[in-house]
T-cell receptor, first 118, second 111 residues
Framework: EPEVTQTPSHQVTQMGQEVILRCVPISNHLYFYWYRQILGQKVEFLVSFYNNEISEKSEIFDDQFSVERPDGSNFTLKIRSTKLEDSAMYFC????????????????FGPGTRLLVL | DAKTTQPPSMDCAEGRAANLPCNHSTISGNEYVYWYRQIHSQGPQYIIHGLKNNETNEMASLIITEDRKSSTLILPHATLRDTAVYYCIVSLGSGTYKYIFGTGTRLKVLA
């Protein structure tokens, strides 16, 4: 069964450093998402992406964050200058579409990258 | 804020049915109810979704009340591997692009 994959599974970085989290969405999916979950807290939406553009973003997704689909398979989240409070699990998700058919709109999540900022 | 409320925790005996309730009293006519679960800190796993009819798949059944203000996820024969946090999410689907997660129900299946 196709699945979303994420690399690395764990990342430790120093405050102020840049990190890039990578995701390979399910191959025929067109909509991509990043969520994060701080330890012990809710899963929070960060951003959605379609057709090489951000479709929607949350207040958390400030200028320190960016997303990119550098090729036909990868979807990346970059944090330019990490802060201690960026420590969290980051989940990538993808869906076949965003419109019209709830089955196609269902989001499938990857296993996550645990980011620790020291 | 999440548009759903769920009990924070529930226990269920292994082999018995687990019935997880969710209130979504402000749901609008074209919003769907999705259920996901999260085992430990893994990525949320899709279980099932519905609009107004009851739905069943290989994992679970979803019962939605006639007024659509609440729903129940049923795991017919819970196993220890079903121990997880279960999230009920109301999503417009078309065009909203995001899920808003609540705190979910922590289901513990007991041997």
């Amino acid at each position: 069964e196709p699945e979303v994959t994420q690399t690395p599974s764990h990342q430790v970085t120093q405050m102020g450093q840049e990190v890039i989290l990578r995701c390979v969405p399910i191959s025929n999916h067109l909509y991509f998402y990043w969520y994060r979950q701080i330890l012990g807290q809710k899963v929070e939406f960060l951003v959605s992406f379609y057709n090489n553009e951000i479709s929607e973003k949350s207040e958390i997704f400030d200028d320190q964050f960016s997303v990119e689909r550098p090729d036909g398979s990868n979807f990346t989240l970059k944090i330019r200058s990490t802060k201690l409070e960026d420590s969290a699990m980051y989940f990538c998700a993808s869906s076949e579409s965003g419109w019209g058919n709830p089955k196609e709109e269902t989001q499938y999540f990857g296993p996550g990258t645990r980011l620790l900022v020291l | 804020d999440a548009k759903t409320t769920q009990p924070p925790s529930m226990d269920c005996a292994e082999g018995r049915a687990a019935n997880l309730p969710c209130n979504h009293s402000t749901i609008s006519g074209n919003e769907y109810v999705y259920w996901y679960r999260q085992i430990h800190s893994q990525g949320p796993q899709y279980i099932i979704h519905g609009l107004k009819n009851n739905e069943t798949n290989e994992m679970a059944s979803l019962i939605i009340t006639e007024d659509r203000k609440s729903s129940t996820l049923i795991l017919p024969h819970a196993t220890l591997r079903d121990t997880a946090v279960y999230y009920c999410i109301v999503s417009l689907g078309s065009g909203t692009y995001k899920y808003i997660f609540g705190t979910g129900t922590r289901l513990k299946v007991l041997a």
